[in-house]
């Protein structure tokens, strides 16, 4: 009788301990649930609303500021996670990914301080610079008049900005459509995603610096003669001083709009960068520009897919990095 006892004390045992390893396995599931719909409901519930009224404050009286926003989310989640890598400053060691040549006239990051300073308030120490920069982004969005996208939250703070490898994940404006398509394909984005993320050319502007290898010292046969005086009207010198704020609008049209004219301007060869007319002339690409620029509603379907891809790159979640105190810094204990 006493080994029977014994026997059940020991599955019993065993049992018990197979089960808290499941618990405990869990446990550990829900302290890391990934990006998640709300994930602030608890923690910090008014978290999103602060940041819309953010948004739309400095909207108000800063226009420009919803390209930054928008410009933020690609230059920080294509460069190998979204974890506001991008917001660091530089260090005595390294240097930061905003300084690098590939973040050329990107500013505006002080507004993110503002955003994150009145979530601070509310919240200390609970949201994380880098939802704070991809919700601006799709608030951004909203504010020129494109779609809303609901989108996960949980992301964490990177402790390191890797302006070294920037060049290995940011296609660049003059890159063959090949590689920029490649580099998409590497964070899940397809063809038409891509399309459909080069459509934010639809507002913004495009530095000098950046246009005038497709006026001087000839005329780029392929840009359509009618927009080429405006080009040139706008960007009158060979080599523009970087300082000097000289720009082009990138939709003449509808400037501050966020729409499908884009589409209409590249078939019309009204592109201004060497991937605009690559978009509009590649046979890969150019069935679904074409199809963008019959239907806005098609352009904001996939580009809401594409830029929830975009947004969900790699992410640092659960107990991975941090969450900053100060955007532009990481938190003093490392």
């Known amino acids: 009788m006493g080994s029977k006892v014994a026997l059940f004390f020991l599955l019993a045992v065993f049992g018990f301990s197979a089960l808290s390893a499941v618990s405990a396995d869990n446990g550990d599931h829900q302290e890391d649930p990934g990006l998640v719909m709300n994930f602030y409901t608890d923690s910090c519930p008014q978290a999103e609303d602060i940041i819309k009224e953010q948004v739309r404050l400095l909207y108000k009286r800063h226009k420009n500021t919803a390209f930054s926003w928008l410009r933020n989310l690609f230059h920080d989640c294509a460069v190998q996670s979204c974890d506001?890598?991008?917001?660091?400053?530089?260090?005595?060691?390294?240097?930061?990914?905003?300084?690098?040549?590939?973040?050329?006239?990107?500013?505006?990051?002080?507004?993110?301080?503002?955003?994150?300073?009145?979530?601070?308030?509310?919240?200390?120490?609970?949201?994380?610079?880098?939802?704070?920069?991809?919700?601006?982004?799709?608030?951004?969005?909203?504010?020129?008049?494109?779609?809303?996208?609901?989108?996960?939250?949980?992301?964490?703070?990177?402790?390191?900005?890797?302006?070294?490898?920037?060049?290995?994940?940011?296609?660049?404006?003059?890159?063959?459509?090949?590689?920029?398509?490649?580099?998409?394909?590497?964070?899940?984005?397809?063809?038409?995603?891509?399309?459909?993320?080069?459509?934010?050319?639809?507002?913004?502007?495009?530095?000098?610096?950046?246009?005038?290898?497709?006026?001087?010292?000839?005329?780029?046969?392929?840009?359509?003669?009618?927009?080429?005086?405006?080009?040139?009207?706008?960007?009158?010198?060979?080599?523009?001083?970087?300082?000097?704020?000289?720009?082009?609008?990138?939709?003449?049209?509808?400037?501050?709009?966020?729409?499908?004219?884009?589409?209409?301007?590249?078939?019309?060869?009204?592109?201004?960068l060497i991937v605009d007319h690559q978009l509009a002339t590649d046979k890969r690409t150019k069935p679904y520009v074409k199809k963008m620029a019959k239907s806005n509603d098609y352009f904001f379907k996939e580009f809401s897919r594409a830029f929830t891809i975009l947004s969900e790159n790699n992410p640092l979640t659960g107990t991975k990095g941090e969450v900053r105190k100060q955007c532009n810094m990481v938190n003093k204990h490392h």
């Open 84 to 272: 506001a890598s991008l917001l660091l400053d530089s260090t005595r060691r390294e240097l930061s990914e905003k300084e690098h040549d590939r973040s050329f006239g990107m500013r505006n990051f002080r507004y993110l301080d503002n955003i994150k300073e009145a979530v601070e308030r509310e919240c200390p120490g609970v949201v994380s610079c880098a939802d704070i920069l991809v919700l601006s982004a799709r608030d951004g969005v909203v504010a020129l008049g494109g779609p809303y996208i609901p989108l996960k939250t949980g992301r964490r703070d990177g402790r390191k900005s890797r302006a070294e490898i920037l060049e290995d994940y940011l296609p660049d404006h003059n890159e063959s459509m090949s590689v920029v398509l490649e580099r998409f394909a590497a964070m899940g984005i397809d063809t038409p995603g891509v399309v459909a993320l080069l459509g934010s050319h639809s507002v913004g502007r495009t530095h000098c610096v950046k246009l005038v290898h497709r006026l001087y010292p000839q005329v780029d046969p392929a840009l359509n003669p009618d927009h080429v005086e405006h080009m040139l009207y706008k960007c009158p010198d060979p080599i523009p001083d970087p300082k000097a704020v000289q720009y082009v609008r990138n939709d003449r049209g509808t400037p501050m709009i966020f729409d499908n004219n884009y589409y209409r301007n590249i078939l019309d060869n009204k592109g201004l």
